[in-house]
Nanobody
Framework: QVQLAESGGGLVQAGGSLRLACVAS????????MAWFRQAPGKEREFVGG????????GYKDSVQGRFTISKNNADRTMYLQMNSLKPEDTAQYYC????????????????????WGQGTQVTVSS
């Protein structure tokens, strides 16, 4: 089993920044690919960005491209999401997901692919 724990959420004004972290523990593996999803009230969980174990390939939702950056530190099994120029529409509960094996730029966007999920961290952006 793999356990995921997110942190770093909070309340920020529009234009501000936050850095989320997702720490993996348990039976992790170097081939594990990870991603960030978010869910706003009344909406489906949507892909934000992901990082594949294959060459560290990253992918982003169009609306966050250029504002959000994903990175991963394999030594401490932590994935980060640096969020800049935040907008009120970025308000949501943010979740990290993980799957053993490589994802592609296309497959990483499918939430059904991920076997493990964290409990989420709330991000609220005020206007």
């Amino acid at each position: 089993q793999v356990q995921l724990a997110e942190s770093g959420g909070g309340l920020v004004q529009a234009g501000g920044s936050l850095r989320l972290a997702c720490v993996a523990s348990g039976r992790t593996h170097p081939t594990m690919s990870m991603a960030w999803f978010r869910q706003a009230p009344g909406k489906e969980r949507e892909f934000v960005g992901g990082i594949s174990s294959l060459r560290g390939t990253t992918g982003y939702k169009d609306s966050v491209q250029g504002r959000f950056t994903i990175s991963k530190n394999n030594a401490d099994r932590t994935m980060y999401l640096q969020m800049n120029s935040l907008k009120p529409e970025d308000t949501a509960q943010y979740y990290c997901g993980a799957v053993l094996g490589a994802t592609t730029a296309l497959s990483m966007r499918d939430r059904r692919l991920y076997s493990y999920w964290g409990q989420g961290t709330q991000v609220t952006v005020s206007s």
